[in-house]
């Protein structure tokens, strides 16, 4: 199966016109405003995979990358091209911000270490490096100054809230926005050929969920190969 041949900007834009519909801004904007503590990877990459589908763009879910059992499994094949969904909430980008600012020294790392020892930021940078001829749709749940009493993880959530006001931080949401681009930025400079798409928000009552699309058309070294990239 040859993945180079599908149009993948075309597929992009039905991607990015899914998030747009109705149908999936409703569902996931529910789920954040009734669930914030869950991490609604599979219900994005369902609604998206049922919308594509409705659009007469072939999708589905739950695929192998190929016959054999132990292939990687993706969660969406779009178009014969496989498709990864990573589901983050906002104090992860301190995590995620770090390993893509320190890339070179953080790859040497990640074929040692467990799956369950992995932080948020290298799986950001796996799922990164895999996206030769394959999507990375990354999403990242900013549940407000003031999360719900269950919020996933509440200790590090108000623990990062706070460490935003010892360094003077007082406008989280602004402060998450400068960190996604910094990482969308640095991310984009040490892989050439990459591109990455912003999908439209979803808004959930306090909560507000950001998509971004990543792919590279063309070989690339992963991500560390090389000097460290710069921060904008």
Same mark, same amino acid.
């Given at each position: 199966?040859?993945?180079g041949?599908?149009?993948?900007?075309y597929v992009s834009?039905?991607?990015?016109?899914?998030f747009?519909?109705?149908?999936?801004?409703?569902a996931v904007?529910?789920?954040i405003e009734?669930?914030p503590?869950?991490?609604?990877?599979?219900?994005v990459?369902?609604?998206?995979?049922?919308?594509?589908?409705?659009?007469?763009?072939?999708?589905m879910?739950?695929v192998r990358?190929?016959r054999?059992?132990?292939?990687?499994?993706?969660?969406?094949k779009?178009?014969?091209?496989p498709?990864?969904?990573?589901?983050?909430?906002?104090?992860?980008i301190e995590?995620?911000h770090?390993? @893509?600012?320190?890339a070179?020294?953080?790859?040497?790392?990640l074929?040692?270490?467990?799956?369950?020892s992995w932080?948020?930021?290298?799986?950001f940078?796996?799922?990164l490096?895999?996206?030769?001829n394959?999507?990375?749709?990354?999403?990242?749940c900013?549940?407000? $100054?003031? $999360?719900?009493?269950?919020?996933c993880?509440?200790?590090?959530?108000?623990?990062?809230?706070?460490?935003l006001?010892?360094?003077?931080?007082?406008?989280?949401?602004?402060?998450?926005?400068?960190k996604?681009?910094? @990482? @969308?930025?640095?991310?984009?400079t040490?892989l050439p050929?990459?591109?990455?798409c912003?999908?439209q928000n979803v808004?959930?009552?306090?909560a507000?969920?950001?998509?971004?699309?990543?792919?590279c $058309?063309g $070989?690339?070294?992963p991500?560390?190969?090389?000097s460290?990239p710069?921060?904008?």
């Amino acid at each position: 199966m040859k993945t180079g041949s599908v149009d993948h900007a075309y597929v992009s834009q039905a991607i990015s016109a899914a998030f747009e519909t109705e149908e999936l801004q409703r569902a996931v904007s529910t789920a954040i405003e009734w669930a914030p503590e869950i991490k609604h990877e599979t219900l994005v990459a369902t609604m998206l995979s049922s919308v594509l589908n409705k659009n007469k763009t072939n999708s589905m879910r739950e695929v192998r990358s190929d016959r054999l059992r132990r292939s990687r499994r993706y969660d969406i094949k779009i178009d014969q091209v496989p498709l990864e969904a990573k589901y983050h909430f906002e104090f992860d980008i301190e995590s995620i911000h770090c390993s @893509v600012t320190q890339a070179a020294s953080e790859l040497s790392h990640l074929g040692s270490k467990s799956q369950s020892s992995w932080s948020a930021g290298d799986a950001f940078l796996k799922e990164l490096n895999r996206t030769r001829n394959s999507f990375f749709l990354w999403s990242i749940c900013d549940r407000g $100054p003031n $999360p719900a009493m269950t919020a996933c993880m509440r200790k590090n959530l108000v623990a990062w809230h706070r460490s935003l006001g010892r360094r003077g931080i007082t406008d989280s949401a602004a402060y998450l926005h400068e960190k996604l681009n910094e @990482v @969308v930025n640095m991310s984009s400079t040490a892989l050439p050929g990459l591109v990455v798409c912003r999908l439209q928000n979803v808004l959930g009552g306090n909560a507000c969920l950001s998509t971004f699309l990543f792919f590279c $058309p063309g $070989p690339h070294e992963p991500l560390g190969v090389g000097s460290i990239p710069r921060a904008f």
